[in-house]
């Protein structure tokens, strides 16, 4: 059965780094595109970072282009994130995501989801 499973998170102060890994298992995703997304307490789901199957395009959501690299390793079947310069508003469970299809924002475009690692930038 198809499966992501997000790892990485944890607690660091602002201006710190982490890098969020999601492994994915039970189907290759070489030809998905991969998303990041995340959920800050109280609010709804958003968009974070996205790159398409043959890791030609990217996507960034205005907050974290520039702080943010969005990577993926076909042979692993990992996808990673690297965020650089934390800050409190970037705080939230984190989740990965995929797709069949082209580059998107939009959380409805997005059929397997994983469970969600926590991320907390202490100021």
């Known amino acids: 059965q198809p499966q992501l499973v997000e790892s990485g998170g944890g607690l660091v102060q602002s201006g710190g780094s982490l890098r969020l890994s999601c492994e994915a298992s039970?189907?290759?995703?070489?030809?998905?595109?991969l998303a990041w997304f995340r959920q800050a307490p109280g609010k709804d789901r958003t968009f974070v970072a996205s790159?398409?199957?043959?890791?030609?395009?990217?996507l960034y959501s205005d907050s974290v282009k520039a702080r943010f690299t969005i990577s993926r390793d076909h042979a692993k079947n990992m996808m990673y994130l690297q965020m650089n310069r934390l800050t409190p508003e970037d705080t939230g469970v984190y989740y990965c995501a995929a797709r069949n299809g082209d580059l998107s924002s939009y959380t409805e475009a997005y059929d397997l989801w994983g469970q969600g690692t926590q991320v907390t930038v202490s100021s």
């Open positions: 790159i398409n199957r043959n890791d030609a395009n990217t």
């Open positions: 039970g189907h290759s995703f070489t030809t998905f595109t």
